[in-house]
């Protein structure tokens, strides 16, 4: 770990930290919520002794990069804007992409808005979801999940702040990483985070103390509003995306995710997968991988594993 470079760039009004190791083809690595850059630690170390040069920032909100207080200033546009602007700044004219969860969805957009700049993309955990030009996000969270469902409830700045610190954060990060449900998460309002440190926990193997005190750190001297920010904005980011209506991915595709992820479980999400909706949306699509026994957090969970398939992609090309 100590052979990462870490370095602070300047990008689309923001300084944004950015952790680096290796030399050659440079691959950028986008984390998802509650992420850092450390989150792929694992796939810096054995992607860069494979010869490529690997790029992992602290997004829009998160760890050493700057958070802008504003909620409009956290859609897909805004990160999107803050990349793009990254790579400029390193003189990197075309990258392979990989992505986890919200680093999942930013990827998708970023392939949409400049495929011009990703050579191919290795996607995780959360599939492509096409602009449904008749619902708004939130109106259809509601409708499925009831106004529990946590994307709901990360609408309520003050309320769920109050919740977030009504319990220890390293307490916290443990349940989130560790759990298995792949039901829909729902957040009864004053029950779920302050019932935590009464949680029996036991760390996994591929999660360590340490590790758990790192995430801890950095969300304490930052906060979680800028990582809420994200699910905060999707109905702004829905109304932009109107003109990208009916898009597709064209640039060559891996996906990746668990069986245990509460993702793939949303309604429809196997279908669209198995029943020829996610080729048709990603028609450059070439391979997916159900991990059978996985959780969501599958670049931490199933590191090596998720190094060697993003290996054996983007060595093609």
């Not at 640039?251 to 992820?261: A, M, S, W, Y």
């Amino acid at each position: 770990m100590e052979k990462i470079e870490h370095t602070r760039v300047s990008t689309n009004g923001i300084n944004m930290h950015v952790a680096t190791i290796g030399t050659g083809p440079e691959i950028l690595f986008l984390h998802g919520f509650p992420g850092l850059w450390y989150s792929w630690r694992h796939q810096l170390l054995s992607l860069s002794s494979l010869g490529y040069r690997c790029i992992a920032p602290d997004l829009r909100g998160y760890g050493d990069t700057d958070a802008p207080e504003s909620v409009n200033q956290y859609t897909v546009f805004h990160i999107v804007g803050d990349l793009i602007g990254l790579l400029d700044s390193l003189g990197i004219q075309q990258v392979f992409l990989v992505g986890h969860d919200w680093g999942a969805l930013i990827a998708w957009s970023l392939c949409i808005f400049r495929p011009d700049r990703i050579k191919a993309l290795v996607n995780t955990s959360v599939a492509f979801m096409p602009r449904n030009p008749q619902v708004k996000p939130l109106d259809g969270f509601r409708f499925m999940f009831g106004d529990d469902y946590y994307i709901c409830r990360f609408q309520e700045p003050i309320e769920a702040h109050e919740e977030f610190a009504g319990v220890d954060t390293a307490t916290m990060l443990r349940t989130i990483f560790t759990i298995r449900d792949p039901n829909p998460p729902r957040l009864p309002k004053g029950k779920v985070y302050r019932a935590l440190p009464d949680l029996p926990y036991s760390l996994p193997s591929w999660l360590t103390e340490e590790d758990i005190n790192y995430y801890a750190i950095k969300f304490n001297q930052k906060g979680f509003t800028g990582g809420l920010n994200y699910y905060r904005s999707v109905n702004l980011a829905w109304e932009l995306m109107a003109p990208w209506t009916g898009a597709v991915i064209k640039v060559p595709v891996k996906f990746i995710v668990g069986d245990l992820d509460t993702a793939y479980h949303l309604p429809g999400v196997k279908d669209y997968i198995a029943n020829g909706g996610f080729k048709k949306d990603v028609p450059l699509l070439q391979e997916v991988v159900i991990m059978e026994g996985v959780g969501h957090f599958i670049n931490q969970e199933k590191a090596e594993e998720v190094a060697q398939h993003i290996y054996d992609f983007i060595k093609k090309f």
